[in-house]
């Protein structure tokens, strides 16, 4: 079980532990090391920072919805439960060292709706890249999963499902890893039957 913790303010994400993604996937040797960390604020948003200790990530994409798991990225995908509609959509959130976001929602890797330029801009993406790592953030307001799920009365003891990842596709670097373990042959992240479990506490 993971725990989410409720924060009060964007801020306070500094206070809270990072996890470390570090179940390798489909042959992957090795895979450079990284950790997320996810805080919510109630009403407001939940916030995720992933950092990877990389140097020079290989970032050529510049513009979002562009398919950035080619380069070096990290990913987060959420699937909470609604009170009305499909009980199998999950949201992705996939991101390089430039900053440029992939974010989309539905329900299996085929099927998926792109969110919109307005909403983009409302998951904040910033990418910083430092000599020996590099660091993505961004948040996902309650507003916007709402409008996918309906009201979702988020607090204390509400459970979710995510995993996060790391991968890229690019034959030189290419590598796959997640928190929460894959066991199907098949290799792809959209495999929502293996995301964790978790709880905001």
């Given at each position: 079980m993971l725990n989410i913790k409720i924060i009060q303010n964007p801020e306070e994400l500094n206070t809270v532990e990072p996890q470390e993604i570090r179940h390798l996937l489909w042959g992957t040797k090795s895979a450079p090391c990284t950790f997320f960390s996810v805080g919510f604020v109630p009403g407001d948003a939940f916030y995720v920072r992933m950092v990877c200790e990389e140097k020079d990530p290989l970032r050529t994409y510049t513009a979002h919805r562009d398919p950035v798991y080619r380069d070096s990225a990290m990913e987060a995908f959420f699937l909470f439960d609604p009170t009305q509609g499909d009980m199998e959509t999950y949201v992705n959130f996939e991101m390089n060292a430039n900053g440029a976001l992939l974010a989309a929602y539905g329900p299996s890797r085929m099927y998926r709706s792109y969110f919109s330029a307005e909403e983009y801009e409302q998951f904040r993406p910033t990418a910083q890249v430092e000599e020996d790592h590099w660091s993505i953030s961004f948040c996902i307001p309650v507003s916007i999963l709402e409008q996918i799920?309906?009201?979702?009365?988020?607090q204390a003891g509400s459970r979710l499902y995510c995993n996060f990842y790391k991968i890229s596709e690019t034959a030189d670097i290419e590598h796959y890893?997640?928190?929460?373990?894959?066991?199907?042959?098949?290799?792809?992240?959209?495999?929502?039957?293996?995301?964790?479990?978790?709880?905001?506490?």
């Open positions: 799920y309906g009201p979702l009365d988020l890893a997640a928190y929460s373990p894959i066991t199907s042959d098949t290799p792809s992240f959209h495999m929502p039957e293996y995301f964790a479990d978790a709880v905001l506490v």
